[in-house]
């Protein structure tokens, strides 16, 4: 523990293992992935961290739970309650924290899912906005957590971005929609 963490004398709760763990959890993570994925997002949830990060992990291959961590006598109330979740979605680190109801998730901040077919965006699109999920528009949804999501065709926007004409007619088919339909997409950018 760093001097100053002692001289503030901030609780330290304990893992299962009663290994001492950092007040702050933010920083315990950090040291976790240091060497691995230099950003990874931290998700606050009120409660549902370790439920969401299973849905999650069900919905993206390459997907798993790596460790949780549980309150210890600190703060009150709260011991042996899941504190952290660290999961990987196909690839990408994150982690949930049950931090309680100070903060919900916006659409300020969102998870794009970059897609190569139509049978991929409506896997992610059906699987995201199933049991409580709310579609939004021009492919953005969020998940029954709140979190948000864009399920976008990835690579056509590579080729697309070079003729403004074309991306623009794209762009206002997309505006118009709910679900991208990349066929629609695809024959807005071909038109002329």
Same mark, same amino acid.
């Given at each position: ?19 001492? &763990?950092?007040?702050?959890? @933010? ?11 230099? *950003? ?8 549902? #961290?370790?439920?969401? #990060? ?48 100070? @903060?919900?998730?916006? !659409?300020?901040?969102?998870?794009? *899912? ?6 991929? &965006? ?35 926007? $590579?080729?697309?971005?070079?003729? #403004?004409?074309?991306? !623009? ?18 024959? $807005?950018?071909?038109?002329?």
């Amino acid at each position: 523990m760093t001097p100053l963490l002692e001289e503030a004398a901030i609780p330290r709760p304990r893992d299962r293992d009663n290994s001492v &763990i950092s007040a702050f959890p @933010f920083l315990r993570i950090s040291a976790l992935v240091f060497g691995m994925q230099r *950003i990874t997002p931290m998700l606050w949830f009120d409660g549902q #961290a370790e439920t969401a #990060a299973k849905f999650y992990v069900s919905v993206f291959k390459n997907s798993k739970i790596k460790q949780i961590t549980h309150y210890g006598d600190e703060p009150p109330g709260r011991k042996g309650q899941v504190m952290t979740v660290d999961f990987v979605l196909d690839g990408q680190d994150f982690t949930g924290l049950n931090g309680g109801p100070q @903060f919900k998730f916006t !659409e300020a901040v969102s998870f794009v *899912i970059n897609c190569d077919t139509q049978e991929e &965006i409506d896997y992610y699109w059906g699987k995201l906005t199933a049991d409580g999920g709310q579609e939004v528009q021009c492919g953005w949804l969020a998940d029954k957590y709140g979190l948000s999501w864009q399920v976008v065709p990835g690579k056509f926007f $590579a080729e697309w971005v070079k003729d #403004a004409a074309g991306l !623009e007619r794209v762009m206002h088919e997309v505006m118009q929609m709910v679900k991208l339909d990349l066929a629609k997409m695809k024959k $807005a950018f071909e038109s002329k």
